[in-house]
């Protein structure tokens, strides 16, 4: 298996040990979310994370609940890793707001370029997340581990998938330590896309990520968004199965508890999984995993 994974036999996953999985949140919208919220995040807790990440809205538009989310972490003990767009924002801006995360004692950032809001124009001094990543370096030293987002099946945006690889090339080269994929459903994009990254001399971490199929409509919804890709065969077993709910949610956790034992048997670094700010599917996905 590529470099970008841990350390042992090519093709081999050190699963003997605690296998390293982390949790993806986002800001809750109500008082009454935040309260559910707590215990969604203790009983994931148990399984012992690395770090749980929250989520950032375009434009920073939802700063003030992710920072809360991230003090609400930090001080529950568990390490908070703060996503942070910046397109749009000066650096005047992106520094008062990387002191304060640094304040409150985060060490993880995960760096993105991000989307505006509608209706506005590019603006800021930030273009890219390799911008954004050379920014907190200068400004930061090393107090900040540096995540940076993958696409195994290509940004959406990209010109190429050549492109796509050496944009992913740069953000590592102006300073991150590792990188969290988009979702997605095809364990061979993952491992090509390691392959290609390493072609051009990149060896960190490349974690992917993991999405729950609980709700067919929502996620082909999220798909469509994104560019992440739901294959034809998945895509047809969950239309078969119209409102079927429970064979939704038993369908999609043995495809993902599929996915997660190839990229495990195949050296993967780690799991991170998009929660959707729920638990139960992902604490059984994590039982049936063995986690």
Known sequence: MPTACREGRPGVSNVATAFPISFEFFPTKTPEGAAKHVQVRKDLYARQPEFCSVT?????????????????????GM???????????????????????????????????GDLPSGYGLGGEFHYAS??????????????????????????????????LRAFATKIQAGANSAITQYFYNADAYLRFVEGIQALGVSVPVVPGIMPITNSSQLMRFSDATGAEIPRWIRLRLQAYGDDVASIRAFGLDVVARLC??????????????TMNQSAFTLELCDRLGL
């Open 79 to 113: 390490q908070a890793a703060c996503h942070f767009s910046c397109i749009g924002a000066t650096s005047e801006k992106v520094r008062s707001e990387l002191q304060q995360l640094k304040d409150m004692g985060v060490k993880r950032i995960m760096a993105l370029r």
């Open 56 to 76: 950032y809205g375009a434009g920073g538009s939802t700063q003030a609940g992710t920072f809360s989310m991230v003090r609400d972490i930090q001080a529950e």
């Open 261 to 274: 034992e190839q990229l495990r048997a195949n050296g993967a670094p780690g799991l991170h999984f998009y």
């Open 131 to 164: 911008d954004l990543v050379a920014f907190i370096r200068k400004e930061f030293g090393d107090w900040f581990h540096i995540e940076v987002a993958a696409y195994p099946e290509t940004h959406p945006q990209a010109k190429s998938p050549d492109a796509d």
